[in-house]
């Protein structure tokens, strides 16, 4: 059964029923990921499917669906113990800027298809890594060769992901002309022992003269993120972290619960040493801590309009590069291990930066992977991804699909009912707060039996 919640805008700290980061439990945090980022899921996708990647290239551009642009930037000053990302740390200023080159290429090769051609995007998005590493000229330089490219004058949101670290006022101005709309902090925690344990590089003064210097200077969204259950933490400075951040008063908060992905370090010292479970806090706590946030949030005057996310004004603070890619939009993306789809197949690059820069120096795309969705495949995918806003319309899917999720996922559906997770209110789907805060491990129930147990592979 589902937690229950600690009560509404409690003034002390988080009531001692917390389960302690070092007790028994059934939910303890174990290696994998249960984040649905996609579906279906990454590990269905082949080398041997490239070529209809091509194929949808070379086909003519639809007049009917957005367009985002992706950029992956994967280099950082450090390594985080928890980071599962591809990302470099021993690149120097010239190795930057030849992979810099290498990404310009590869735009210029998709600005050339018939399907993409005379595109404008609707969003652009840079991640990472951390695209804020860059110098101000690096930066300048990549965003006029992409506005050259794949013209920004239509764009509605340019989101940008940022280390506290590597941000001075300059640079938060350069960004700021450059035409980014959605900062966003990469702050995890405020406590520097916190931070240090789980090997971020920046400290809470860097974290605090970021935000000071980006609330000055007009963006239309600064969002800062958060993680719950990191290594060391406990109850009184989760306490303090969120206090913290609505202090701070930024337009929207993400707040992440702590998973272990293979490909980290965390995952290298539990295999080392033999442990199954992580040193983090548990489901339960999790769950338990963000469901308290989400209080405190609401009444400080947020609204909570995800399973990650509270936004200060929901008529104005909009994300439209989510929103509009699980409503089907196309996403170009370029970069080392970076993903996207056209038209329904989707792909992702080299995962590595030296097969990525030999790919693209040889003249073509630095495609590695692919995989073609079926019509119920789109159908899953755009159900499941908008569930995590915390409600969808059953109309939205009857007229673009044909399908009545009621009818497709009735016993689903109605399990979740019986378990207080979800409900139905007229032609709307709606989670519950309970099943908001697990949401991604409940998503797996609607997966095609054949993807259920791929966040294991």
Not at 56 to 64: A, H
Not at 164 to 183: F, S
Not at 367 to 393: A, C, D, M, P, V
Request: net charge negative.
């Amino acid at each position: 059964m589902p937690a229950p919640s600690p009560s509404q805008g409690s003034t002390g700290v988080i009531d001692k029923l917390t389960v302690p980061l070092d007790a028994a439990s059934d939910e303890q945090t174990e290696a994998g990921n249960y984040f649905v980022a996609n579906y279906p899921p990454f590990s269905f996708w082949k080398p041997e499917y490239t070529g209809e990647v091509h194929e949808i290239l070379n086909s003519p551009r639809p007049t009917d669906t957005n367009l985002g642009v992706y950029f992956h930037i994967p280099f950082c000053r450090k390594r985080c113990h928890f980071c599962y990302f591809r990302v470099y740390t021993d690149k120097n200023a010239s190795e930057i800027n030849a992979y810099l080159d290498a990404g310009i290429k590869e735009f210029e090769r998709y600005s050339r298809t018939s399907y993409l051609a005379g595109r404008k995007p609707q969003f652009v998005y840079f991640g990472g890594g951390t695209p804020s590493y860059l110098s101000i000229e690096q930066l300048t330089r990549l965003t006029d060769r992409m506005k050259d490219l794949f013209p920004w004058d239509e764009t509605e949101e340019v989101a940008f992901e940022a280390e506290p670290g590597t941000l001075t006022e300059k640079k938060l101005e350069a960004l700021r002309e450059i035409g980014v709309t959605r900062l966003s902090l990469g702050i995890e925690n405020f406590d520097d022992h916190i931070l240090e344990v789980n090997g971020r590089a920046h400290r809470s003064k860097e974290a605090f003269r970021a935000l000071g210097f980006a609330k000055t200077l007009g963006f239309d969204q600064v969002n800062i993120d958060l993680i719950a259950g990191m290594m060391d933490e406990t109850p009184e400075n989760w306490e303090r972290n969120v206090r913290t951040a609505i202090e701070q008063s930024p337009d929207c908060v993400t707040i992440y619960q702590m998973e272990i992905p293979y490909n980290t370090t965390i995952f290298k010292e539990m295999k080392e040493s033999g442990r199954i479970s992580a040193p983090v806090a548990d489901w339960k706590t999790k769950r338990h801590w963000v469901d308290w946030a989400f209080n405190e949030f609401e009444s400080a005057g947020y609204t909570v309009s995800s399973a990650y996310t509270v936004v200060k004004n929901p008529e104005t603070t909009k994300f439209i590069y989510r929103d509009s890619l699980w409503e089907g939009a196309d996403l170009l993306s370029a970069g080392v291990a970076s993903f996207g789809h056209f038209g329904g197949v989707h792909y992702q690059n080299q995962a590595d930066v030296a097969p990525y820069m030999t790919e693209v120096d040889a003249g073509g795309l630095p495609i590695f992977r692919s995989y073609r969705t079926s019509h119920e495949e789109r159908f899953i995918r755009e159900f499941i991804l908008q569930l995590k806003l915390g409600h969808t319309n059953l109309a939205y899917f009857r007229e673009k699909y044909g399908v009545d999720p009621t009818e497709r996922f009735s016993g689903t559906l109605g399990d979740l009912q019986r378990r207080g997770y979800f409900s139905l209110e007229g032609d709307e789907v709606l989670v519950s707060r309970e099943g908001l805060l697990q949401i991604d491990r409940l998503l797996h129930d609607f997966f095609l039996e054949q993807h259920r147990d791929a966040r294991y592979t």
